[in-house]
């Protein structure tokens, strides 16, 4: 059985990286893969908890990310290294790998994989400055580049070679259900001819929610607008929740997101990067007409979506509310998590 170590922030419902580690994880064949994590959040999501506990592996929490804490994240990973006698590294923090990568190297892992997600190291200057110094200490410590996209591995390898790991989904689950959609829009009283607009990912600068509100929701009043996803304790979501005009319905974090998908007419998403957004993907995957910024990549596109630069005037000109197209439910082998679980089974197997 081969022995991984899955390195992230956070096992948190509504973070991107774990819902890419947890389905993968829940598709893996647990005979032959043994799968424990490292997080710096104990903040874990019950279901994540339950079925990582229900295969007998482990979570293990260390200190928040900082610098203070450093000494003690490198005493606490040599312990678990000592102890667990791993095959594979696998350190979803381009900027930890100067820690996680070079002392899986020196106590002997023999796949030490960096994975990359994002196609910016931050959004604030300072910190990506920071984290940039940082993986370019960590990097040579790597011997598998992955990758969510072509524009996340070209933005963080350069002209290094790297794998492509698609953020995959269960269509089964995402498929067109119009049962789903009557129960959603009944449940918030949505007449039959009401267009729903959803906005879905964690209240931030990143995803760059009030550019909908300011732009598009104030323009098209009798339009609804829901946004889900995690709210963070920072001034960007306090401005938010202030913005918030009587046809804007902040929901929160969603286990459901695929009933707010069904019950919804169109999907937003203004964000200033991303790596590959999975939720684009299983919008497009209920029929879902997608608006997207420009600063996201092409290739999460499936036959639904259209690009738009990020200026008011150019969303306000695209997005009218003329006949969309009719709902059918879309299949696409590249990101169906069933098929492209082996692609990385095959990657922890090879030999190094």
């Known amino acids: 059985m081969k022995k991984i170590l899955m390195i992230l922030t956070t096992?948190?419902?509504s973070d991107g990286v774990a819902s890419f580690?947890?389905?993968?994880y829940s598709h893996i064949n647990h005979d032959k893969f043994k799968v424990d994590f490292v997080v710096h959040n104990d903040e874990v999501y019950d279901d994540y908890r339950n079925l990582i506990e229900q295969s007998n592996d482990k979570i293990f929490v260390f200190p928040t990310l900082s610098p203070l804490n450093f000494k003690d994240i490198k005493s606490q990973f040599l312990k678990i290294l000592n102890d667990g006698n791993y095959d594979v590294c696998h350190c979803n923090l381009s900027n930890m790998a100067f820690i996680y990568l070079k002392l899986a190297k020196e106590k002997g892992v023999k796949e030490r994989i960096i994975h990359s997600h994002a196609t910016k190291f931050s959004d604030?200057?300072?910190?990506?400055i920071r984290n940039y110094l940082l993986w370019k200490i960590g990097k040579k410590y790597a011997n598998k580049n992955l990758a969510c996209s072509n524009l996340a591995g070209k933005f963080l390898f350069k002209k290094g070679k790297f794998t492509v790991v698609n953020n995959c989904i269960s269509f089964d689950r995402f498929k067109y259900?119009?049962?789903k959609r009557k129960t959603f829009r009944n449940e918030f009283g949505i007449n039959d001819n009401d267009i729903v607009f959803a906005c879905i990912g964690r209240i931030s600068k990143q995803k760059n929610q009030l550019f909908i509100v300011k732009n598009l929701a104030k323009l098209l009043p009798n339009s609804k607008f829901y946004f889900a996803g995690s709210n963070a304790s920072d001034k960007y979501y306090e401005k938010f929740k202030i913005d918030l005009p009587s046809?804007?319905?902040?929901?929160g974090s969603l286990d459901k997101v695929d009933n707010l998908l069904n019950g919804s007419d169109v999907l937003l998403m203004p964000s200033k990067f991303e790596g590959l957004p999975v939720t684009a993907i299983e919008a497009q995957a209920t029929g879902l007409t997608c608006f997207l910024s420009d600063k996201i990549t092409k290739?999460?596109?499936l036959g639904l979506c259209s690009f738009l630069k990020l200026n008011a005037k150019t969303w306000k000109e695209k997005i009218t509310?003329?006949?969309l197209p009719d709902r059918v439910s879309g299949y696409f082998e590249e990101y169906d998590i069933g098929k492209q679980v082996k692609k990385l089974e095959s990657i922890y197997n090879e030999e190094f």
Do not use: R
């Not at 046809?247 to 929901?251: T, V």
């Open 11 to 13: 096992l948190k419902k």
């Open 21 to 24: 580690c947890m389905n993968y």
């Open 124 to 128: 604030s200057k300072l910190k990506s």
């Open 177 to 179: 259900d119009f049962e």
């Open 247 to 251: 046809n804007c319905i902040y929901l």
């Open 299 to 301: 290739e999460v596109n």
């Open 321 to 323: 509310l003329g006949k």
